[in-house]
């Protein structure tokens, strides 16, 4: 595993360079990297109890560094799945402090909230609604009408998960609807990040399992879509991170204060991160958007993939034989690959995917959420044929057009419900992009 660490921190320093601190005792960084930024910042972070130490060295660096707090204290960050009403509430933070610098602490919610908050408080005075910076590149296209720009941001990551401190992208959630959508523009990307991965060792169980998953379903989504331009990075990341987390995440379950899985457990997600810059996700971040009153993001990613996995096997038979080995090594894939093909290559992968699951408690169909019902599936079809959410879609290895979806992603569901692979119904090979 120690050449997986390595190739993983070479990775991500020439993915990020200079701007990212990542690795442990880190916080102290915050300061300088700051100062860089701006002499005044408003800091925004939750006041859980986990997170206080982290709060009080970021705030210690920062004045160390000669950057003012503005309001003298942290403002409350977002609940989970960043509910619309929490940017608002940012929104207002920013437009009162006016910083020359934002700082957030937290994990995706928090970090994706902060984000979006602060396009609303820089682009709100032409257009106050979110949902005008929804999908692809919007952001970026007000900016040029107005001439503006947004405040930097640096982002404080303490959760081994979505990889928001790295990333393009804000997923925000209409809690009325249950519905999240997102943001996807280069101009939100954090202009410096830190993570400290040993503060990841007081996260509570179930937050570490849904993180590994939400980072594993960037690699594997990433990964199955891809074309031949990126197939070989992606190679390499996938390969260092699945290394990475299929071995340390239940290790960090079991005794959370081991520093060593939770590093490898940090730069397996912090890879994803790298993946979904590199490429996008696709059907299992898609329906995970319409669970969000039911299931975690990543649990929810996570129930997915193995059922998305069957659907696309015809398309990715290279990406399958390079995934299932990893399994394979990592104990979860017991039978040979070396004479499977198509479905029958998807489904063994999809078994090893489920056995990692099982083997961290997580569950591995949508009837074992409580709250589902068919409900969701309905919501789900809906959202897919929403062109907000068109890039998913389009991301996909078999890339569906709305009028698919009733045909091919309906029966996907309810595979995902009973567990039942033999209801996924697939396309053939020459459909898709990936091989």
């Known amino acids: 595993m120690n050449d997986a660490k390595e190739q993983a921190v070479q990775l991500l320093k020439g993915f990020k360079g200079e701007n990212y601190a990542f690795g442990t005792d880190v916080l102290n960084e915050v300061g300088r990297l700051a100062r860089q930024l701006g002499r005044s910042a408003l800091v925004v972070a939750n006041s859980s109890g986990w997170l206080q130490q982290a709060r009080q060295e970021v705030c210690a660096s920062l004045e160390k560094a000669g950057v003012s707090i503005a309001f003298g204290a942290s403002m409350v960050g977002a609940r989970p799945n960043s509910p619309r009403e929490d940017v608002y509430r940012i929104e207002s933070y920013i437009l009162h402090a006016k910083p020359e610098c934002i700082v957030?602490?937290?994990?995706?919610?928090?970090?994706?909230?902060?984000?979006?908050?602060?396009?609303?408080?820089?682009?709100?005075?032409?257009?106050?609604?979110?949902?005008?910076?929804?999908?692809?590149?919007?952001?970026?296209?007000?900016?040029?009408?107005?001439?503006?720009?947004?405040?930097?941001?640096?982002a404080v990551q303490t959760a081994s998960a979505s990889g928001a401190h790295l990333t393009k992208y804000s997923n925000i959630?209409?809690?009325?609807?249950?519905?999240?959508?997102?943001?996807?523009?280069?101009?939100?990307?954090?202009?410096?990040?830190?993570?400290?991965?040993?503060?990841?060792?007081?996260?509570?169980?179930?937050?570490?399992?849904?993180?590994?998953?939400?980072?594993?379903?960037?690699?594997?989504?990433?990964?199955?879509?891809?074309?031949?331009?990126?197939?070989?990075?992606?190679?390499?990341?996938?390969?260092?991170?699945?290394?990475?987390?299929?071995?340390?995440?239940?290790?960090?379950?079991?005794?959370?204060?081991?520093?060593?899985?939770?590093?490898?457990?940090?730069?397996?997600?912090?890879?994803?991160?790298?993946?979904?810059?590199?490429?996008?996700?696709?059907?299992?971040?898609?329906?995970?958007?319409?669970?969000?009153?039911?299931?975690?993001?990543?649990?929810?990613?996570?129930?997915?993939?193995?059922?998305?996995?069957?659907?696309?096997?015809?398309?990715?038979?290279?990406?399958?034989?390079?995934?299932?080995?990893?399994?394979?090594?990592?104990?979860?894939?017991?039978?040979?690959?070396?004479?499977?093909?198509?479905?029958?290559?998807?489904?063994?992968?999809?078994?090893?995917?489920?056995?990692?699951?099982?083997?961290?408690?997580?569950?591995?169909?949508?009837?074992?959420?409580?709250?589902?019902s068919n409900a969701h599936i309905a919501r789900a079809l809906s959202a897919a044929k929403d062109p907000q959410l068109a890039s998913k879609l389009q991301n996909m290895p078999i890339p569906l057009a709305g009028g698919m979806i009733d045909d091919y992603m309906a029966p996907i569901l309810q595979a995902a419900k009973t567990g039942r692979f033999e209801l996924i119904k697939n396309m053939p090979a020459s459909a898709g992009k990936g091989d």
């Open 173 to 372: 959630t209409d809690m009325a609807t249950g519905q999240k959508k997102l943001i996807i523009d280069e101009t939100v990307i954090p202009a410096r990040a830190v993570f400290d991965y040993g503060l990841t060792r007081s996260a509570p169980a179930e937050l570490t399992v849904d993180g590994a998953l939400d980072g594993m379903s960037h690699c594997l989504e990433v990964f199955y879509g891809i074309g031949p331009k990126n197939f070989d990075l992606l190679q390499q990341i996938v390969s260092a991170a699945l290394t990475l987390l299929l071995r340390s995440t239940p290790v960090a379950v079991k005794t959370p204060d081991n520093l060593d899985a939770r590093v490898a457990l940090g730069l397996a997600t912090d890879l994803g991160g790298y993946a979904i810059m590199v490429g996008g996700t696709s059907g299992g971040h898609l329906t995970s958007f319409s669970l969000v009153d039911v299931a975690a993001h990543g649990r929810a990613c996570g129930i997915m993939n193995p059922y998305y996995t069957v659907f696309f096997a015809p398309a990715i038979p290279k990406q399958l034989r390079i995934v299932g080995d990893l399994f394979k090594q990592a104990g979860f894939i017991r039978g040979g690959l070396d004479r499977l093909t198509g479905r029958d290559l998807g489904m063994a992968v999809a078994e090893g995917m489920i056995a990692f699951q099982k083997s961290l408690g997580a569950p591995t169909t949508l009837a074992e959420l409580p709250g589902f």
């Open 104 to 154: 957030v602490i937290g994990g995706g919610s928090s970090i994706d909230a902060t984000k979006a908050s602060n396009v609303l408080a820089c682009l709100g005075g032409q257009d106050p609604n979110l949902d005008s910076y929804m999908g692809v590149g919007k952001v970026t296209e007000a900016l040029a009408k107005t001439g503006g720009r947004l405040i930097p941001l640096l």
